[in-house]
């Protein structure tokens, strides 16, 4: 089992972008053309993948990120140590404000890595994308 405070290891990482990368090809993008994969890894052990999947209604449009953390929960997990984005940018591009908020329910402090066209990558943590975030403590 993995804690959602524990660091991925090199193996993990390239698993993580490389799932991230594979699931992106699946996106539904027809109206931003904008393909995103995500792949958390999860307390089990095990990877889930998700990419965006948008609506003509625009606005229910579902990230990546999003997409794969409830793949997961739906799994039974219940932690997530890392998450690897990988959009088709020139620089690496973190998540946005509603799935930093939605990751930070199953890891506030999870590895996040970024990745996109080029070599270029970010390595960080959530609480460093979310700091003084709204939690489950916050309700106490
Ligand atoms: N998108 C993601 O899937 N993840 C992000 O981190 C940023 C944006 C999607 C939403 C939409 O389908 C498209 O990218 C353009 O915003």
Known sequence: M????????????????????????????????????????????????????????????????????????????RTIAALAVRTPTRKPTPPCGACRQVLHEFGPAMTVICACRSRGRIETTLDRLLPAAFGRKSLR
């Open 2 to 77: 993995l804690s959602a405070t524990m660091h991925p290891t090199p193996v993990q990482r390239r698993r993580l972008a490389a799932a991230a990368r594979r699931v992106a090809q699946a996106a539904y993008a027809p109206y931003s053309k904008f393909r995103v994969g995500a792949a958390v890894l999860a307390g089990s052990g095990r990877i889930y993948t998700g990419c965006n999947v948008e609506n003509a209604s625009y606005g229910l449009s579902i990230c990546a990120e999003r997409a794969a953390v409830f793949k997961a929960v739906a799994a039974g997990e």
